[in-house]
C-alpha cells in the first residue's frame, strides 16, 4: 500500500522558517522523482520543486527559487523542503508527489499558513 505522509506545517510569521517532511512507504522511493506542490484557496495547485531519485537534478518555481531547498534522504525514504523566509503568499496546503513513468502518487497535504 503506497503512502505519502506529509508534516512540518504550521502557523508562522513572515520571514520565519518552516521544514516539511515526507514519509514514503509502499514503492521504491529511491527510483522515483519527488516533488513538492501548493494549493492555495481558489486556486489551482500549483508546482513548488522537484528532486530526481538521485538527487542529482533539481528545479524550482521561479517564485521559490532562493528561498526553499528541496532534499531527499533514499535511506529513511523521505523527501524534505526548507522554506525559509516565508511569504503571506506562500499559504498553501502542501503536498508530496511521487512520479516515475506513469507512476504518480500524491500525500493527503500538510497546511502552511504565513501571517504578516
Known amino acids: 500500500q503506497v503512502q505519502l505522509v506529509e508534516s512540518g506545517g504550521g502557523l508562522v510569521q513572515a520571514g520565519g522558517s518552516l521544514r516539511l517532511s515526507c514519509a514514503a512507504s509502499?514503492?521504491?522511493?529511491?527510483?522515483?522523482?519527488m516533488g513538492w506542490y501548493r494549493q492555495a484557496p481558489r486556486q489551482e495547485r500549483a508546482f513548488v520543486a522537484r528532486?530526481?531519485?538521485?538527487?542529482?537534478?533539481?528545479y524550482y518555481a521561479d517564485s521559490v527559487k532562493g528561498r526553499f531547498t528541496i532534499s531527499r534522504d533514499n535511506a529513511e525514504n523521505t523527501v524534505y523542503l526548507q522554506m525559509n523566509n516565508l511569504k503571506p503568499e506562500d499559504t498553501a496546503v502542501y503536498y508530496c508527489?511521487?512520479?516515475?513513468?506513469?507512476?504518480?502518487?500524491w500525500g493527503q497535504g500538510t497546511q502552511v499558513t504565513v501571517s504578516s
Open positions: 528532486i530526481s531519485w538521485s538527487g542529482g537534478s533539481i
Open positions: 508527489r511521487a512520479t516515475k513513468g506513469d507512476s504518480s502518487y
Open positions: 509502499g514503492f521504491t522511493f529511491g527510483t522515483y522523482t
